[in-house]
T-cell receptor
Framework: DAGVIQSPRHEVTEMGQEVTLRCKPI?????LFWYRQTMMRGLELLIY????????DSGMPEDRFSAKMPNASFSTLKIQPSEPRDSAVYFC?????????????FGPGTRLLVL | DQQVKQNSPSLSVQEGRISILNCDYT??????FLWYKKYPAEGPTFLIS?????DKNEDGRFTVFLNKSAKHLSLHIVPSQPGDSAVYFC????????????FGTGTRLTIIP
């Protein structure tokens, strides 16, 4: 099992540019989560999907952030335009059974730096 | 507003001794709590959890204690091993089965050989 796959692992961009983060969940998992980690706020849930449908996006900071899950094996988190305060590590996680937190498996993260 | 707080950013413990990591929460609706462990350049991995109907849950060297009246939980690691050096995150949800987790800011544990 390859685990949750995220790409890119590192991204450096300039303020104002569009950034797209990608995630491939574990095959067979039906829930997908996007988190952001910063020193000040720890791990924050941005949005999660169940069976490809967005369930809760209340953690999405503002309209510059959007997430999609076109199918069960792929999701994107887009920031447009990016700002320096978006610099953080972004994690994707997936789970097999809705409602069981123990089964949330995290990817290795994408470290984003916006200059 | 940080609903889950880990007030110690770092902790150093001698190998073989007990490590105690603390977590406080403010939302009285939280009733399910988890600890995750994170190594550098990896995602967090689930370690142990506890429901509000219990005050203790044990798994090998790891024990989580919950004090609902104080809105406080702690993770005890006994004995501490070098491989335990990692960042530990406390997380909470409003009910078991609710997938939305609220995480703390993490505590970096360093085990000194």
């Amino acid at each position: 099992d390859a685990g949750v796959i995220q790409s890119p692992r590192h991204e450096v961009t300039e303020m104002g540019q569009e950034v797209t983060l990608r995630c491939k969940p574990i095959s067979g998992h039906n829930s997908l989560f996007w988190y952001r980690q910063t020193m000040m706020r720890g791990l924050e849930l941005l949005i999660y999907f169940n069976n490809n449908v967005p369930i809760d996006d209340s953690g999405m900071p503002e309209d510059r952030f959007s997430a999609k899950m076109p199918n069960a094996s792929f999701s994107t988190l887009k920031i447009q335009p990016s700002e320096p305060r978006d610099s953080a590590v972004y994690f994707c996680a997936s789970s097999a059974t809705s409602g069981y937190q123990e089964t949330q498996y995290f990817g290795p993260g994408t470290r984003l730096l916006v200059l | 507003d940080q609903q889950v707080k880990q007030n110690s950013p770092s902790l150093s413990v001698q190998e073989g001794r007990i490590s105690i990591l603390n977590c406080d929460y403010t939302n009285s609706m939280f009733d399910y709590f988890l600890w995750y462990k994170k190594y550098p350049a990896e995602g967090p991995t689930f370690l142990i959890s506890i429901s509000s109907i219990k005050d203790k849950n044990e798994d090998g060297r790891f024990t989580v204690f919950l004090n609902k009246s104080a809105k406080h939980l702690s993770l005890h690691i006994v004995p501490s091993q070098p491989g335990d050096s990692a960042v530990y995150f406390c997380a909470a949800s409003v009910s078991f089965g609710n997938e939305k987790l609220t995480f703390g800011t993490g505590t970096r544990l360093t085990i000194i050989p």
